[in-house]
Nanobody, 125 residues
C-alpha cells in the first residue's frame, strides 16, 4: 500500500505565501513523476505543477506560472509546492499525486496512479 500525505494547507490572505508538502510512505515504488492538482468547489480538478522524479524537469499550469514552484527531495521522498502571491482564485483542495509510468507528459490526472487525500488552501481577499 502506498500512501501520499499532504500538509501545509491553511488560511492565508491574498498576496501571502504557503508551502505544501507531500510525503510518500508505505511500500516502495518506482516513481517517474509527482504532481499537484487542485479542485475548487463546483469545478473540475485542475493541473497545478509536476516534476520529473529523475531529471527534475518541471511543468506548471498557466494560472500559477511565475508564482508557484514545485521541488522534490528524493532522499526524503517528498515533493513540495511553494505558493507565492496567492490569489482568492487559488482557493481549492490541493492534491498530491505520483506516477509510476514513464510518459511523455504528466499534465493530465490520468497519468497518475496514487493520490493523497488533499489539503485545503483558502485565500481570503
Amino acid at each position: 500500500q502506498v500512501h501520499l500525505v499532504e500538509s501545509g494547507g491553511g488560511l492565508v490572505q491574498a498576496g501571502g505565501s504557503l508551502r505544501l508538502s507531500c510525503a510518500a510512505s508505505g511500500r516502495s515504488f518506482r516513481r517517474y513523476a509527482m504532481g499537484w492538482f487542485r479542485q475548487a468547489p463546483g469545478k473540475e480538478r485542475e493541473f497545478v505543477a509536476a516534476i520529473n522524479w529523475n531529471g527534475g524537469s518541471t511543468d506548471y499550469g498557466d494560472s500559477v506560472k511565475g508564482r508557484f514552484t514545485i521541488s522534490s527531495d528524493n532522499a526524503k521522498s517528498t515533493v513540495n509546492l511553494q505558493m507565492n502571491s496567492l490569489k482568492s482564485e487559488d482557493t481549492a483542495v490541493y492534491y498530491c499525486a505520483a506516477s509510476t509510468r514513464r510518459l511523455a507528459t504528466y499534465l493530465n490526472e490520468f497519468a497518475y496512479d496514487y493520490w493523497g487525500q488533499g489539503t485545503q488552501v483558502t485565500v481570503s481577499s
